[in-house]
Every structure is written in structure tokens, then in C-alpha cells.
């Protein structure tokens, strides 16, 4: 059975990172599965979340509606409306149009940006 990878579909109480990718410990159940949230079991409802078969390995396109509460950064200020999330550590980076890689300031990693599949 391959392992899946879940993220949510969209900014909630739910406490994960909208376009990071997790990995599922547990899809036996019909309306919860059992994420890997920084190495700890966390349930959430199915249908927050989308999955895939494959691991993650370009950032995430984040775009955020302008009713969405603008997150801030320590000393940054705020995120602007379309961000990417690193498909191996989950850090947020500000993102151009058109950008084909971005590099990881906080894991060092360069992976190419999903342009097909913003959340």
C-alpha cells in the first residue's frame, strides 16, 4: 500500500499549515484520518484535506482570498496574498510570478514551485 501525504484545502481552525504537505498515518477510519504533525499523531476530518500518493517535492502555491485575515511574519510584516510552503520542512517564502525554483532559507533545500496545483 503506498504511504499517502495530506494537506487542507483551505485556512481554518484547524491548525495546520494551508499548503504543507503531512504525512498519513492512518486512513482506516471513514470520516478522520491520523496525521504526522511535527512527530505527533493529530486527527483530522477527511473531508478538510486532499490527498496524494506521491511525496511532495515542489513547493506549495498558497493564494489567499482578500477576506482572509493577513498572517504576520516576526519582524517581516505580513505575507502577501500568494505564498509558497517547502515541500520538506513546511517554511513559508514570498513567491514571484512566474518562478520556476525557489530555495529553502530555513532547510537549504531547492525544490521547483507547483504553478498546477495552488491551495
Known amino acids: 500500500m503506498p504511504r499517502l501525504w495530506a494537506r487542507v484545502r483551505k485556512t481554518g481552525a484547524h491548525g495546520l499549515r494551508r499548503g504543507a504537505w503531512?504525512?498519513?498515518l492512518n486512513d482506516s477510519k471513514p470520516t478522520v484520518v491520523f496525521?504526522?504533525?511535527?512527530?505527533k499523531s493529530v486527527v483530522?476530518?477527511?473531508?478538510?484535506?486532499?490527498?496524494?500518493?506521491?511525496?511532495?517535492?515542489a513547493w506549495s502555491v498558497v493564494t489567499r482570498s482578500p477576506?482572509?485575515?493577513?498572517?504576520?511574519?516576526?519582524?517581516?510584516?505580513?505575507?502577501?496574498?500568494t505564498y509558497?510552503?517547502?515541500?520538506?520542512c513546511r517554511?513559508?517564502?514570498?513567491?514571484?510570478?512566474?518562478?520556476?525554483?525557489?530555495?529553502?532559507?530555513?532547510?537549504?533545500?531547492?525544490?521547483?514551485v507547483d504553478w498546477d496545483n495552488p491551495c
Open 44 to 57: 483530522m476530518d477527511r473531508t478538510l484535506l486532499v490527498f496524494r500518493e506521491q511525496e511532495p517535492t
Open 22 to 24: 503531512y504525512k498519513v
Open 84 to 88: 509558497a510552503v517547502c515541500p520538506q
Open 91 to 112: 517554511a513559508r517564502a514570498d513567491l514571484d510570478d512566474g518562478i520556476a525554483e525557489l530555495h529553502c532559507a530555513d532547510c537549504g533545500s531547492d525544490h521547483p
Open 67 to 81: 477576506d482572509e485575515p493577513r498572517m504576520s511574519r516576526s519582524g517581516r510584516g505580513p505575507f502577501p496574498p
Open 35 to 39: 496525521l504526522d504533525v511535527n512527530r
